[in-house]
């Protein structure tokens, strides 16, 4: 029978590994050479005011950086094209915006990760719990396929509700809306988040088909060895 420690560590997994798939996922989308495959798609629109695919890419990526590396927002500020600064105050606000979220689940991911870590290695030290890390992986993992499956399949099946409703929930109404002629929709349009969303959904989906995987694989060992070890105790 399962200590009700062995029981929570279980469900502390269940509920921060998908937090460290699709928090994971998102963060390997947040580089250059993200930004390159998709801009060198052969369908991705090219801007209608005149970017072309270097000055897309150079921009984009400073962007990223502001985002990633947490920098002062005069980063972006100080961005020109030609004369003319390269974001209005409202895109820079956003950008402010986008990089405070950015970093609140950036630490998100990290305490996750550290809590997953402590919770393996506490059922990894006894072998009569390991069989509840292995329980616990294969769970954790069917939960993501589940979870980041159905969010995936909105996003396809009503983008425009999906994408507004994303919106809502991190910024503030009417704050992430821009003109079309803006940097912002210019470097990322709205197929950039589509594809953005539909990898972030393939990348977390296998992570997380994997895990389960590893502890499918696992589990009727573990068990195994305990009804093999367990006849041997009685009879001595």
């Not at 050479?33 to 060198?40: I, Q, S, V």
């Not at 100080?78 to 950008?95: I, S, T």
């Not at 393996?120 to 030290?125: E, Q, R, V």
């Not at 969303?197 to 590893?214: D, E, H």
């Amino acid at each position: 029978m399962p200590t009700p420690i062995v029981r929570f560590l279980k469900v502390l997994l269940l509920l921060l590994l998908p937090l460290l798939l699709v928090i994971g996922s998102v963060q390997l989308l947040v580089t250059d050479p993200y930004l390159a495959f998709e801009y060198g798609k052969a369908n991705f629109p090219p801007d209608p005011f005149g970017f072309d695919r270097a000055q897309r890419l150079a921009f984009a990526s400073a962007n990223f950086r502001y985002v990633r590396e947490a920098q002062p927002l005069q980063a972006l500020a100080d961005q020109r094209l030609g004369d003319a600064p390269l974001y209005n105050e409202r895109e820079l606000k956003h950008m402010q915006d986008v990089q405070n979220v950015y970093q609140a689940v950036s630490l998100m991911w990290k305490i996750a990760a550290v809590l997953i870590v402590l919770a393996g290695l506490a059922l990894a030290w006894r072998a009569e719990t390991r069989p509840a890390l292995a329980a616990a992986l294969k769970s954790g993992g069917l939960f993501t396929t589940a979870l980041v499956g159905i969010v995936g399949l909105l996003a396809v099946i009503a983008w425009r509700v999906w994408f507004v409703a994303f919106h809502q929930v991190f910024f503030a109404p009417g704050t992430w809306m821009f003109d079309y002629s803006d940097t912002l929709i210019r470097l990322f349009p709205e197929k950039f988040w589509f594809d953005a969303a539909l990898t972030i959904s393939g990348l977390s989906l296998l992570g997380g088909l994997l895990l389960a995987l590893i502890g499918w694989r696992w589990q009727p060992k573990r068990q195994a060895a305990r009804v093999t070890i367990q006849p041997s105790t009685s009879q001595s």
